[in-house]
């Protein structure tokens, strides 16, 4: 069986180096590059299963690098893991808005790090799936192909968002707590007393939502959780 290949990019080469050597350990392939440009070359010219990517780099933000590769076909749905020194959590949320599907604040345990990468990767990765459709008026999620559409035209949701949509969508009409929310999800790497998940529920809203300042198909019930609507706004 062929080794899942990463990329790791950060400039700190003592962390780069343990942390390269326990994930290589484990039985990945691992590149590493010490710069965003170096980063962009390496992804250009290859293929990875997953991007570990730090904030904060000698020649830009890492902010910037995730926002060009969720803005390219071949890249949007890339497993990437954001790395944070600052401890803001700002940075974490505004990192999740764009499209980061997981992040660790520095310093961590290399094990914590593979623990999650290993969780990024079966979500990308799901068992082969029956080929069914839901479909919520001019909202459809396809299970099989992964993919959710809207009015006919692709949703560009995160392996990450998409797995949250599908949790709430197989449950329609039903409220669902955070606590449910991350048991469904089974062991994805939410926190229930973060804002994570409203991060990615903000982000679905902007993609399946006519008017996401106005939701009609994911509802809030205050002091409870989320709501899949049955019947969206007229629809059947």
Same mark, same amino acid.
């Given at each position: 069986?062929?080794?899942?290949? =990463?990329?790791?990019?950060?400039?700190?080469?003592?962390?780069? !180096?343990?942390?390269?050597? +326990?994930?290589?350990?484990?039985?990945?392939?691992?590149?590493?590059?010490?710069?965003?440009?170096?980063?962009?070359?390496?992804?250009?010219? $290859?293929? +990875?299963?997953?991007?570990?990517?730090?904030?904060?780099?000698?020649?830009?933000? #890492?902010?910037?690098?995730?926002?060009?590769? /969720? #803005?390219? %076909?071949?890249?949007?749905?890339?497993?990437?893991?954001?790395?944070?020194?600052?401890?803001?959590?700002?940075?974490?949320?505004?990192?999740?808005?764009? $499209? %980061?599907? *997981?992040?660790?604040?520095?310093?961590?345990?290399?094990?914590?790090?593979?623990?999650?990468?290993?969780? =990024? @990767?079966?979500?990308?990765?799901?068992?082969?799936?029956? *080929?069914?459709?839901?479909?919520?008026? /001019? =909202?459809?999620?396809?299970? #099989?192909a992964?993919?959710? +559409?809207? $009015?006919?035209?692709?949703? *560009? @949701?995160?392996?990450h968002?998409?797995?949250? =949509?599908?949790?709430?969508?197989? !449950?329609?009409?039903?409220?669902?707590?955070?606590?449910?929310?991350?048991?469904?999800?089974?062991?994805?790497?939410?926190?229930?007393?973060?804002? !994570?998940?409203?991060?990615?529920? !903000?982000?679905?809203?902007?993609?399946?939502?006519?008017?996401?300042?106005?939701?009609?198909? &994911?509802?809030? &019930?205050? #002091?409870?959780? +989320? @709501?899949?609507?049955?019947?969206?706004?007229?629809?059947?």
């Amino acid at each position: 069986m062929t080794a899942q290949r =990463l990329l790791l990019i950060d400039d700190d080469a003592r962390l780069t !180096s343990m942390v390269g050597d +326990y994930l290589r350990q484990a039985g990945f392939e691992i590149d590493v590059a010490g710069s965003l440009a170096a980063g962009r070359e390496r992804l250009r010219l $290859g293929h +990875y299963d997953a991007l570990v990517l730090d904030l904060m780099l000698p020649d830009g933000d #890492g902010l910037d690098l995730t926002r060009e590769l /969720r #803005g390219e %076909a071949r890249t949007r749905r890339l497993p990437l893991l954001m790395l944070t020194a600052r401890g803001e959590p700002m940075d974490r949320i505004v990192g999740l808005e764009i $499209g %980061a599907d *997981d992040y660790l604040p520095k310093p961590f345990e290399p094990r914590e790090l593979l623990a999650r990468v290993k969780a =990024l @990767l079966r979500r990308a990765s799901p068992e082969p799936a029956a *080929d069914e459709v839901l479909r919520f008026g /001019r =909202l459809e999620i396809d299970l #099989g192909a992964r993919q959710a +559409y809207l $009015g006919g035209q692709p949703c *560009d @949701l995160t392996s990450h968002q998409f797995d949250l =949509l599908v949790v709430l969508a197989q !449950s329609p009409g039903r409220v669902l707590s955070r606590d449910q929310i991350m048991d469904a999800l089974k062991g994805h790497p939410l926190e229930a007393f973060d804002r !994570s998940i409203d991060v990615h529920i !903000s982000r679905i809203r902007a993609l399946i939502e006519d008017d996401p300042k106005n939701p009609k198909r &994911v509802l809030t &019930v205050r #002091g409870v959780g +989320y @709501l899949f609507a049955r019947k969206q706004d007229g629809e059947s």
